[in-house]
């Protein structure tokens, strides 16, 4: 096995097949790793190691598990999980009683028709929502009530399938910088999701209140073949928006929106200048998965090469590669 990067802690999970995804929970105290040996597992991170003592397994899925995701804290330690069995479980950990520290699942939503590819909770300012995209073609947002039962609602959102899903901020582009009239009224936090999509398009979905209903807000064409992943920059209140889309076309697209009333445009990763030169301006095997970090200023993109790179726009915006991660 080649050395590892300094800074670099590998994880034996004790999974018996390939992992899918693996996170840490808000506060990194918590990892969550998920495999196609139909098991979810929890462990906990003690002097930035996960320790074998303090894990558990989750079972319950029928099939490959392909994402985890953590909810808020405020809403206690809630994780779900979603499967190619065509199902969404979320697991809490139980904090009272003999059954202390036990992860019991608390919902077990079955709308889909085919496997569930995407989980993402929602800005925890809107509530416990979790967006689960289906290869049914439709998207369902779950929604835990005052009552504690989960209410769905279902978007109609690519024709082939749905990959991938990824909530906006919760706060309005520009909110932060815009002066604020004395005794004028806050705008309220909205509800907004874009999807990625067998259809080679990434689609924006926003929720209306008067009607109760999600819309397509807009529909971002650039990719030749099926979006992977797709993951929207979280914004604390500054004018730009960003969306970063990552396809089977071996290409990252970056969709900026400069104000609210701007058009989407879109700025195609180069990974030439990065990786053996390739004039072709795409990355040298299909590319899984995109994530931004915390602040919303740094990409990472995993690409099939088995390479992770970090991308920064600089001050003449234009994206460059800030660091080469091998596997």
Known sequence: MPALPSGVVPVETAHDDMIHDAQLDYYGKRLATCSSDRTVKVFDIVNGNPSKSASHTLKGHTGPVWQVAWAHPKFGNMLASCSYDGKVFVWKEQTQGASSGEWTKIQEHTLHAASVNSISWAPHELGAILACASSDGKISVLTLKDDGQWN??????????????????????????????PGAHQPSAFKRLVSAGCDNLVKIWCFREETQSWVEEEKLEGHTDWVRDVAWAPNIGLPRSYIASASQDKTVLIWTKDSPTSPWVKTPLDPSTSTAPNSTGKFPDVVWRVSWSLAGNILAVSCGDGKVTLWKENLKGIWECVSDLAS
Do not use: E, K
């Open 152 to 181: 769905p609602d279902t978007i109609n959102a690519h024709a082939i399938g749905c990959n991938a899903v990824s909530w906006a901020s919760a706060t309005h582009p520009g909110s932060l910088i815009l002066p604020q009239q």
